[in-house]
């Protein structure tokens, strides 16, 4: 099983320019969320998502956009990227809104000039 | 134990001996707790969990303490392998969405 798949793994950008992180999971889970770990700040929500067409903001949401199309896929968009958007990213999704373990992606490593 | 702030907490166990590492969470109607252990360049494995009507769960090799009246949460690790070295969160579970909150990380480094 493929489990939650995330792409790049890996980008670099220059200030201003905007990019999507891809989140994929074949688990059909309903519930999808997105985080940025920082160096001793632990992970932080930036958006989630609690089934096809249901978005809503985390504790970080500014300057990020989700969609969510389909059960399948979640991605996070950085419309015009600042350096203080360098990170790590990870996609995570559980079967159920309302709690339970989320499954998580191997992160995407995010840097901007 | 776990603390925001720029450096992790460490905590250096030698190998074969337990490993404790704590939590202090912040909302006192949160009613579900998971610890993840995060080894380097990879993302969160889920370990155990705990819903608030328990205050002890064990699994294998670890074990859950939940303490509500004073709002902490820990982890022990038996016998603690060199596998088991890597950056330990705890997360407590916010609203009936089920968004979860991180604790900062403690590090565990287990020598030899």
């Known amino acids: 099983n493929a489990g939650v798949t995330q792409t790049p793994k890996f980008q670099v950008l220059k200030t201003g320019q905007s990019m999507t992180l891809q989140c994929a999971q074949d688990?059909?889970?309903?519930?999808m969320s997105w985080y940025r770990q920082d160096p001793g700040m632990g992970l932080r929500l930036i958006h989630y998502s609690v089934g096809a067409g249901i978005t809503d903001q985390g504790e970080v949401p500014n300057g990020y956009n989700v969609s969510r199309s389909t059960t399948e896929d979640f991605p996070l968009r950085l419309l015009s990227a600042a350096p203080s958007q360098t990170s790590v990213y990870f996609c995570a999704s559980r079967p159920r809104a309302g709690g339970g373990e989320l499954f998580f992606g191997e992160g995407s490593r995010l840097t901007v000039l | 134990g776990e603390s925001v702030g720029l450096h992790l907490p460490t905590l250096s166990v030698q190998e074969g001996d337990n490993s404790i590492i704590n939590c202090a969470y912040s909302?006192?109607?949160?009613?579900?707790f998971i610890w993840y252990k995060q080894e380097s360049g990879k993302g969160p494995q889920f370990i155990i969990d705990i819903r608030s009507n328990m205050d002890k769960r064990q699994g294998q090799r670890v074990t859950v303490l939940l303490n509500k009246t004073v709002k902490h949460l820990s982890l022990q690790i038996a016998a603690t392998q060199p596998g088991d070295s890597a950056v330990y969160f705890c997360a407590e579970t916010l609203d009936s969405w089920g968004k979860l909150q991180f604790g900062a990380g403690t590090q565990v480094v287990v020598t030899p």
């Open positions: 909302n006192s109607a949160s009613d579900y």
């Open positions: 688990m059909n889970h309903e519930y």
